[in-house]
């Protein structure tokens, strides 16, 4: 997807768009980085910039390939989640809310974490 920015037109391509049969409910980043800390930043501005421009956007199913079927144009949803989810090694920080200082994302934004520790199970956990 394209968003206008004003240093110009930004190309966004999230990991995974989720849509019912009429809008795009969600919008998640996924990040795996077992052995080290967190990543978000990029991911963070990116749901951001989507949550500013959300009446503005829309998702098409067209294909690259093969015979074209049933190519719909998909608003996002007035009740749309965004997720940041990651599996990645303990933070420096424990408990912040990576979307801190993105108002847009208020209200609309959810957290996944599991975070591994050599020779444990990870732990497992949600932020809103």
Aim: aromatic residues 6%; charged residues 25%.
């Amino acid at each position: 997807m394209s968003v206008g920015t004003k240093q110009g037109l930004k190309r966004l391509v999230p990991d995974i768009v989720v849509c019912n049969s009429k809008e795009v409910i969600s919008v998640i980043e996924l990040k795996y980085l077992p052995r080290a800390q967190p990543k978000y930043k990029k991911d963070i501005e990116s749901l951001a910039l989507i949550a500013q421009n959300r009446q503005q956007i829309a998702i098409t199913n067209d294909r690259f390939r093969g015979a074209e079927k049933d190519a719909n144009k998909y608003a996002l949803s007035k009740n749309i989640l965004f997720v940041w989810a990651g599996v990645h090694a303990k933070e420096k920080t424990d408990g912040e809310l990576y979307s801190v200082g993105h108002k847009q994302l208020d209200g609309c934004y959810l957290q996944l974490h599991a975070i591994t520790e050599s020779n444990s199970k990870p732990r497992v956990l949600q932020r809103r």
